[in-house]
């Protein structure tokens, strides 16, 4: 039995015209201390597949087992990083962390041992610097450290980032990967992030699982990624074997699970619907 | 308190400390001088308007007979002051007196009550007003709060809240008193009827914009906010204290100011019709009694009146700059 198990999980979403099914048969195996990412096309249900192991959505059919226990509501134990950080905006980033702590350690740990872990948890994302600043007074890179922050502190099983760097600038997201790399060299976490930046996924993954297209999304294929760590992105840049995952990613994404159609086919189509209507 | 003279003054010391820039003398004119050429533009309006309206009590106030009656009021009021005060002293030397013939001598220590001026008229009101207010608002936040946070809560009584919201105040003062009649019997009452029925009044028609604006602040909680609540499995009264309550206290705030407003208003009218003491009744007394300073007395409680609904504006602003997180928002 694995460490984290997505196991034939289906998610059928009710709409006014009846059910939606946004995810179908979804199964993976994740191993302790692996860094799996979730690649596709916008719309294909990966944060889907990422919300039903946090716990805040609930698959229809089948489901996830972390640890030999079913996951069935949202908890620290699965700690997510959110796309735009969802920091307390009132709080100061030492706040925010203190709250998760407060939470999770409230019996374990003693005041002063949470207030060292609170320190020691920023100062892992390299900001000791702003503890005591509030979200609107610190940049979108520093946010997201702070959030990365949160998360880790609650010493989850599974860490779980919803494209975490995504509405960051290029400069920012390289430091900010840099540092997860680095985290989780050293802690080990186990890791499911999501991302649609192919350079980020095969820079950062053991695994990476490419989904296909929705409605109805599934995983199309998993590419092992082979590569020694620790991984340096500008000796990678040239490196064989990188650009080989890349490609085949790249290819996965634009060649088998073609997002766009071609013009010629949406024309055909829109004809065709214009007939039905007439008819 | 006296925030809304914040702009002049701010405009008036950077005049006074750095040399004067074109720029400076502009703001200057603009914080002070536009306000300034307002109010002598109504004045002069006013002044024309009441000279050419004549009522059976003589012509129609204007600003001087106004400020007249301004004076007089306030010399009723020392007056009325200083004669309970030369009670007191002639009781006194009266009791001193029978205390030096007779130091056993039975003494009576009586206490006098003035009657009620002007002055007290607004103390009353204001008293009333806030107490209505802080009772709308206990009832108002609270439940404003778990009917945001429960659609189906929302839609069980939101046509019993849009029903009740837009009856007036002269509507459930009868009610009230007989209800509060009825109910409230002591031989010995801590409050007065008058009292306790204007404040309800003033409650039950001031709480709808704090409890509409509370639900409504509540309900647009971020949905990413309520996912990090989840994750970290808070409690419900963590979840209210630490993530609702925060992210709803401007729109709190909107409804709290929608709120005193409406208190305010509600209270003159009750006042008014009920015959509680206050500024309702001072302005019905008058009415009332049809002397040739009636209208000017009027006027001067209608200023005070619309004066006094400016300042408790002011005071729950000032309470929202302290209270909200956002200090850099801008709040007016």
Known sequence: ??????????????????????????????????????????????STVLNIVAGLYQATEGGVILEGKEVNEPGPERAVVFQNHSLLPWLSAYQNVELAVKQVF???????????????????VHMEHAMDKRPDEISG??????????????????????????????????????????????????????????????????????????????????????????????????????????TEVLRFLYEKQRKVEPIRNIQKKSKQDKTDQVA | MLSFLQAPRQAVSSYFEGGITQG??????????????????????????????????????????????????????????????KKYERQKTRNEAKLAKNPDAKIKWRSYKSRATFFDQILTSLWTVLCGFVVASFIAIPLGIIIGLSSNIYSAINPIIQTLKPVSPLAWLPLVTMVVSAV??????????????????????????TLINTAVGVAGVSKDLVNVSQVL??????????????????????????????????????????????????????????????LGRIMVAILVIGFIGFLLDRVILLIQRVVSWDKSSVIR
């Open chain 1, 1 to 46: 039995m694995s460490f984290l198990e997505i196991s034939q999980a289906s998610i059928e979403f009710p709409t006014p015209k009846g059910p939606f099914k946004a995810l179908d048969n979804v199964n993976l195996h994740i191993k302790q201390g692996e860094f799996v990412s979730l690649i596709g096309h916008s719309g294909c249900g990966k």
């Open chain 2, 233 to 294: 499995r808070l409690n419900w009264f963590t979840h209210v204290q630490k993530i609702v309550i925060p992210s709803s206290i401007p729109m709190i705030f909107t409804g709290l100011r929608l709120s005193i407003g409406i208190a305010w208003m509600v209270l003159i009218a009750a006042e008014m019709l009920a015959q509680n003491p206050g500024l309702g009744k001072f302005v019905w007394d008058e009415f009332q009694n049809g002397s040739s300073n009636s």
């Open chain 2, 184 to 209: 409230y019997v002591s031989d010995n009452p801590s409050v007065s009827k008058s009292f306790l029925v204007s404040m309800i009044t003033v409650s039950l028609c001031s709480l709808w914009p």
């Open chain 1, 141 to 246: 890179g520093m946010k997201q450290r702070v959030g990365i922050a949160r998360a880790l502190a609650m010493q989850p099983k599974v860490l779980l980032m919803d494209e975490p760097f995504g509405a960051l600038d290029a400069l920012t997201r390289a430091h900010l990967q840099d540092s997860v790399m680095e985290i989780q060299e050293k802690l080990g976490n186990t890791i499911i992030m999501i991302t649609h930046d192919v350079d980020e996924a095969v820079l950062l993954s053991d695994r990476i699982v490419m989904m296909t297209n929705g409605p109805a999304a599934t995983i199309g294929e998993i590419l092992t990624i082979d590569l020694e760590r620790p991984r340096d992105r500008l000796a990678l840049a040239d490196d064989k074997k990188y650009n080989e995952y890349r």
């Open chain 1, 106 to 124: 409230k019996k374990t740990k003693t005041k002063q041992e949470r207030k060292e872990w609170i320190e020691h948890n920023l100062e892992l």
């Open chain 2, 24 to 85: 400076q003398i502009a703001n200057l004119l603009k914080a002070i001088g536009l306000p300034v050429l307002g109010f002598l533009c109504f004045l002069l309006l006013w002044q024309f308007a009441a000279n050419n309206i004549v009522t059976s009590l003589g012509n129609f106030p204007g600003p001087s007979e106004v400020t007249t009656q301004f004076k007089s009021l306030v010399a009723e009021h020392n007056e009325e002051r200083a004669n309970v005060a």
